[in-house]
Nanobody
Framework: VQLQASGGGLVQAGDSLSLSCTAS????????MGWFRQGPGKEREFVAA???????????YADSVKGRFTISLLDKAKNTVYLQMNVLKSEDTAVYFC????????????????WGQGTLVTVSS
């Protein structure tokens, strides 16, 4: 499985930015994909996830981004997730990593199967 992330960049506080991640070689019909981030001098932390299960699609967010970030499954067939980040703050500055796991509890807890390359998001105040 390979995860290809795109997006990121330099924006000002209050601006919006989006990230996308496509998983190739993912053959599971149920899975979770999402984003983690690692800010300067900080540990990697969970940001958001989408979980595809037999009963439907669910989303999960860290408290720090609830109401500002939205994760969506852009293309279920292509395993592409999209993270819309609004009202960005300087504390959102980090390298963002895409990840996948068999289910959301594993993903949210960081027990990830595969990681994508990081993409840098810089928010200037």
């Amino acid at each position: 499985v390979q995860l290809q992330a795109s997006g990121g960049g330099l924006v000002q506080a209050g601006d919006s930015l989006s990230l996308s991640c496509t998983a190739s070689g993912l053959s599971r019909s149920t899975y979770s994909m999402g984003w983690f981030r690692q800010g300067p001098g900080k540990e990697r932390e969970f940001v958001a996830a989408v979980a595809v299960s037999r009963t439907g699609i669910n989303t999960y967010y860290a408290d720090s981004v609830k109401g500002r970030f939205t994760i969506s499954l852009l293309d279920k067939a292509k395993n592409t997730v999209y993270l819309q980040m609004n009202v960005l703050k300087s504390e959102d500055t980090a390298v963002y990593f895409c990840a996948t796991a068999p289910n959301s509890p594993l993903l949210v807890s960081g027990r990830v199967d595969y990681w994508g390359q990081g993409t840098l998001v810089t928010v200037s105040s």
